[in-house]
């Protein structure tokens, strides 16, 4: 275990990336999302159920560490920073144990931080690791097939898909050969699927209408919209890719052939070790078939949504086969020479990137002064901006009132400490007739007295700008509330025939 030592460098990078980060952007969009998930939380209220929402468990995770530390959007990233913590932790402990060398797993540990981000996306990173260990054990067989199942029924608690990409990654090891008995693997997986999802069935039926909210608005909705995501267009090698176009030439090719090797070398990876005489016969290989099924089933996420940040929380078991392979093919030496020209590379590529967790210590020249406010760093112009939104909130309404925030801004009710208007806080989807009538009744009901408006059209597609999204209701707003404030991307509404609070 001497190369648990590791450890040590990629978790004072942590610490020194997660002082120099935490107070500094804000992100209304994804990180608003799960902050104010997590202030609903705490006022009672159920994710799914009362509010559109990830799966439940990591709002609770949230919730646990604002109760310690206090709520806040700090807090939440502290809890954040202990998920990246046990991702390094983890990513360490296997390759050490498959590699047995401190230098290739600290090395490993180090670029996976370099793609440890988005900051609020930390969950998706940590489990696509906890499944490259799991898929280790299973062909090591040292771990039960009953205990992946258990594990499978607690990762769905975090989200379907993570559950998902578990099992696929099971059947990918099972269809390569590496299980001496598959179909008792099988039946072990089942058989902890069911023990654990009955678990999680008794605790969740305790709570009134959720399974029935869970069902209809996180599985059966898949179907009803046809996707799992906002899909852009796929950036192979070859192809056109405008989410891509303010990168340089050579980051979106690099970029391109990231996203088109990563499936390429995983299914070259099983392939060759299903196929070699020689099969698992070390750790280093085992752990290579591992992390190549996890990362070929993990893929699906960045398919599903090809952006940088997609990229970002599935490329780390990619980087556990980079460690694994060297060290099968080369020996630790050259194992750490391709994990030192990947760590050199990330920070090249990656460096300019806002979100990118080393880019405030590795910076070139100097960042726009910030303004401290409310516990954050931000550039002036932005603070700016959020008083003048945050005084007519003031003015307009009370703490018990509801705000209404659209479509992919629910930062500002978590910054502004308001209940949503509506259940959708992130209505970014192609809308339906029934969605639309949905939000206008709740709108109604709930009378906001004040309502913020992003004219910003999501993927820039004006289809999905919301006052094309959601017609009926932009023209109820139009109708009934004046604008109060323009801030060159949202408009802030205050409802007609009201006094300021």
Not at 84 to 113: D, P, R
């Amino acid at each position: 275990m001497a190369y648990l030592s590791a450890l040590l460098l990629p978790l004072a990078l942590l610490g020194l990336a997660t002082l120099s980060n935490i107070r500094h952007g804000l992100n209304l969009g994804d990180e608003g999302y799960l902050v104010y998930g997590t202030q609903a939380v705490l006022r009672g209220e159920v994710p799914i159920r009362d509010f559109r929402a990830y799966d439940p468990a990591r709002y609770y995770w949230c919730a646990l560490w604002c109760r310690l530390l206090g709520p806040g959007i700090l807090t939440v990233r502290v809890s954040m920073a202990v998920v990246q913590a046990g991702s390094l932790a983890l990513i360490v402990l296997v390759v050490g144990h498959a590699t047995n060398s401190a230098m290739v797993a600290a090395l490993a540990g180090c670029v996976s931080l370099c793609w440890m981000f988005p900051r609020h996306k930390q969950i998706e990173i940590f489990f696509s690791i906890v499944c490259c260990g799991a898929m280790y054990a299973l062909v090591l067989g040292i771990g039960s097939g009953f205990a992946l199942g258990v594990l499978g029924a607690i990762e769905l608690a975090f989200g379907l898909n993570i559950l998902v990409y578990l099992l696929g990654a099971t059947a990918l090891v099972a269809l390569s050969g590496a299980l001496a008995t598959p179909f008792a693997a099988a039946l072990d997986v089942i058989a902890g699927l069911t023990v654990g999802g009955a678990v999680l069935l008794v605790l969740t039926s305790r709570v009134s209408g959720f399974l029935s909210s869970y069902l209809d608005r996180k599985v059966f909705a898949l179907f009803r919209r046809g996707t799992t995501n906002l899909a852009l267009p796929k950036p192979w090698v070859w192809a056109t890719t405008p989410q891509f176009r303010h990168y340089g030439f050579i980051r979106r090719g690099v970029l391109k052939a990231v996203f088109t090797l990563i499936p390429v070398a995983s299914v070259a990876a099983i392939a060759i070790l299903a196929l070699s005489p020689s099969g698992m016969a070390t750790e280093s290989r085992a752990l290579a078939l591992a992390s190549a099924c996890a990362g070929l089933a993990y893929f699906h996420h960045a398919f599903s949504r090809a952006d940088l940040p997609h990229f970002a929380q599935i490329i780390h078991p990619m980087v556990i086969l980079a460690a694994a392979s060297g060290q099968a093919f080369l020996g630790a030496a050259g194992a750490s020479v391709v994990l030192l020209a990947l760590l050199l590379a990330s920070i090249g590529l990656l460096r300019e990137e806002a979100e990118f967790p080393l880019h405030r210590l590795l910076r070139r020249r100097a960042a726009e002064p910030g303004v401290a406010s409310n516990g954050l760093v931000l550039p002036r112009a932005t603070d700016e901006t959020l008083k003048r939104v945050k005084a007519i909130v003031d003015e307009w309404s009370g703490a018990d009132d509801t705000l209404f925030a659209a479509p992919a801004c629910p930062g500002f009710l978590a910054l502004f400490e308001r209940r949503t208007a509506v259940y959708d806080t992130f209505p970014v989807y192609p809308s339906s007739p029934e969605g639309r009538a949905a939000m206008m009744t709740q709108f109604r009901a709930a009378a906001p007295p004040v309502a913020i408006v992003s004219a910003v059209a999501i993927d820039r597609r004006e289809e999905l700008a919301f006052a094309n999204n959601y017609p009926e209701l932009m023209a109820y707003i139009l109708a009934n509330y004046e604008v109060a404030l323009e801030t060159g991307s949202e408009s802030v509404y205050v409802r007609r025939q009201q006094d300021p609070e």
